[in-house]
């Protein structure tokens, strides 16, 4: 996986949202409105404040209770709540649904990858990072637009105010103050954000080994390894504690150090004020209005500060995110590229070469056809290269020479979908879904309706098995369908095969891992769903295949014998010993 970005900028961050923000413009315009209204009301506040003072510092005999004043003061602080309110309802749609798409587009992405990204990740660690951008997209649209936008409007309105109305040494220790404010907030908060970094590796390391953990209990019983797993799992953890400690310290010395400041501002300001008032050039109310102004900053600064350390470490999560966009795509659609049309299905590997690495081929000069309605069978050694023809014309992988076609339609220049809308596969080691049976076999084809789910159920001999169950086909099968037998998981592989009623269909070792006697019978169920139907069979049991129209021997990537299984035998070569092979094992 690639690394996170870290120089991605806020600006360039919120630019690739922009799509996305940009189809709700109305709503965003109409909550810009909302808060601009909000914060107006709010510097207003001191104002009027200001005004009400000054009408009450009169002499006792001529007091009158300033009715306007106080009524204006009661309606801005509700207006400045109100308003916010408002913007917040009006802008919650656009933060969720900005946030829902742009993680779609990760996770349509990630389906998109190659069969080679998959294999190298760390499924918990991808988790953690997609549900950590997602909450820190909306926190960022939020933060940038409504919080630190704002708090740049009510700085520059209010030192404006303050030089129309008071001498040049209220504005310069109010920007002095914010800017002091403000560098040592930038300054410490990126300081620690190395240690936010650090706890986030070490949380989506944590989740990785707890994933993973967890996804082979079996395997960690089987080992008696729980102690092992604990240690593992303890040593990201202690990773994570050190990190949050010293995030947590720094943030005292963040708060310590953003509190002095303001104190010191204040101070200045209302001693500067206090020398106004003594010599008449100010009013009481003067002094409550510069007071109040630097504490209602203050109050956005201290948010501000907090807002920047989240906007830094959102920042940092959505990264990690669109590192996982960055990922290249290998496997892609040619523009423009048609559905394939299927004619029976002739299948042809024409000379085809390919490697995951140049200097370790897998396949070289494989080349074969499947005639309409026929059957092949794929035999050879273990790595010998038989899966990798299935990944093959999936198009998990493109082939680095020669070519794939299907009805003479090369599988790279149509499109992927139709590609495998035409193919069904039963895998050796079928893993299902955390679900129900019924959700399982649907799987086939979705959009399927009951009938022709039990159907398939019936066809593939585990519909009476089904039934018998207290749920039912509302049954759930467990994590990766363990609480069902091989036997049970491949029938149900079966049934959704039957379901997706492919033109061509593969098998994958699908009964390698069963018992002798179910294997027979799987087979024969097998053998009734391939009739009429172009079919590729990858075998480790010779038994299996006798059947088969014809035979391929791959040794080491190449196809080193070929035809029925009679002469392969009579030919006395490498198909032959490996019958012999089986025959003596099966005999023992």
Do not use: C
Not at 139 to 160: A, C, G, K
Not at 359 to 368: E, G, M, S, T
Request: proline letters at 3%; charged letters at 20%; a neutral charge.
């Amino acid at each position: 996986m690639n690394a996170p970005r870290e120089d991605r900028s806020i600006i360039a961050t919120l630019r690739l949202m922009l799509p996305q923000v940009w189809h709700y413009r109305g709503r965003v315009l109409l909550a810009v409105a909302f808060l601009v209204t909000a914060k107006l009301a709010t510097i207003a506040v001191p104002l009027t404040l200001k005004e009400l003072i000054d009408r009450l510092d009169v002499a006792p005999s001529l007091l009158l209770l300033p009715l306007v004043p106080l009524v204006a003061y009661g309606a801005l602080r509700l207006s400045s709540s109100l308003f916010q309110e408002l913007r917040q309802i009006i802008f919650a749609r656009v933060m969720a649904r900005t946030s829902r798409m742009i993680t779609l587009q990760v996770f349509r992405h990630l389906h998109a990858l190659s069969l080679r990204f998959h294999l190298d990740r760390k499924t918990g660690g991808v988790a953690r990072d997609l549900e950590r951008g997602m909450s820190a997209i909306a926190d960022l649209l939020d933060w940038t637009l409504y919080t630190i936008l704002p708090t740049l409007f009510e700085i520059v309105v209010v030192s404006f105010i303050l030089i129309f109305r008071y001498d040049s040494s209220f504005t310069v220790i109010t920007l002095g103050t914010l800017v002091a404010y403000v560098a040592f907030t930038f300054t410490v908060t990126e300081w620690r954000l190395r240690y936010y970094r650090a706890a986030n590796e070490a949380d989506t390391e944590a989740n990785a080994r707890n994933v993973d953990s967890l996804l082979n209990y079996e395997t960690v019983k089987y080992f008696n390894n729980e102690t092992h797993e604990q240690h593992r799992f303890d040593a990201s953890l202690i990773k994570l504690e050190n990190a949050t400690v010293k995030s947590l310290k720094t943030l005292a010395v963040l708060n310590v150090g953003q509190a002095g400041i303001v104190a010191i501002g204040l101070t200045l300001l209302l001693w500067r004020a206090a020398v106004g008032v003594t010599e008449g050039r100010m009013a009481l109310g003067d002094l409550v209005l510069v007071n109040a102004f630097l504490i209602q900053l203050s109050i956005p600064l201290n948010y501000l500060g907090m807002v920047y350390r989240e906007v830094k470490q959102a920042l940092t999560n959505i990264q990690r995110m669109y590192a996982l966009l960055d990922e290249p795509q290998e496997v892609r659609d040619a523009p423009d590229a048609p559905a394939l049309r299927v004619d029976g299905a002739t299948l042809r590997f024409e000379h085809v070469d390919f490697h995951y690495d140049a200097a370790r081929p897998i396949l070289r000069d494989v080349d074969f056809t499947i005639p309409a309605g026929k059957t092949l069978a794929v035999v050879g050694t273990t790595g010998a290269g038989k899966s990798t023809l299935a990944r093959l014309l999936y198009r998990f992988y493109d082939v680095t020479g020669g070519r794939i076609t299907i009805d003479g339609q090369d599988i790279r220049e149509v499109t992927q979908d139709s590609l495998r809308a035409a193919i069904g596969i039963v895998p050796q080691d079928t893993v299902l879904f955390n679900d129900t049976i019924y959700y399982n076999i649907a799987y086939g084809r979705p959009d399927a309706d009951r009938e022709a789910v039990i159907a398939a159920a019936r066809s593939a001999h585990i519909h009476d098995f089904i039934v018998s169950l207290p749920q039912g086909y509302d049954s759930m099968v467990g994590e990766r369908g363990l609480k069902l037998s091989g036997g049970e998981k491949q029938r149900v592989a079966i049934a959704r095969t039957l379901l997706k009623d492919p033109h061509l269909l593969v098998f994958d070792e699908a009964t390698s891992a069963l018992d002798t006697r179910t294997e027979k019978i799987i087979q024969a169920e097998l053998a009734d769903i391939a009739r009429h139907r172009t079919t590729l069979v990858i075998a480790h049991r010779l038994s299996t295949i006798v059947e088969a129209d014809e035979i391929l021997v791959l040794e080491q990537g190449k196809v080193v014998e070929r035809g029925t299984h009679a002469r392969l035998l009579e030919a006395g070569g490498r198909y032959a010993a490996l019958w012999a092979m089986q025959q003596r094992e099966a005999g023992s």
